[in-house]
């Protein structure tokens, strides 16, 4: 398995804590990159005044720093493109019945 999908793999033991769905189908990471021994992830909110801003980000990074080949992680918070429903897999849409 690849380093980018196991990183994914710990990231979808994230769930947000308002919605019973994994905070990478939900669509909030917007990329995963590994170059090396390092990873760069790019993520969102649901809003910017979400109450985990504080938590989410660091459980990411703690979640990317348990894969193995990983030695350092990037982790970047943005709010462009802001995220919408649009963005949640077809698997989070059902669960969330959307």
Do not use: F, H
Request: proline share 7%.
């Amino acid at each position: 398995m690849e380093t980018k999908d196991k990183i994914i793999e710990e990231i979808k033991k994230i769930y947000d804590p308002e919605l019973p769905v994994n905070i990478y189908d939900l669509g909030l990471i917007y990329e995963v990159r590994v170059n090396d021994k390092k990873a760069k992830i790019k993520m969102t909110l649901t809003t910017p005044n979400c109450p985990v801003a504080e938590s989410l980000p660091k459980e990411v990074k703690e979640g990317a720093m348990q894969v193995e080949e990983i030695e350092d992680v990037d982790l970047e918070l943005v709010w462009d493109p802001p995220w919408t429903k649009d963005m949640m897999s077809d698997a989070a849409k059902l669960e969330l019945n959307l």
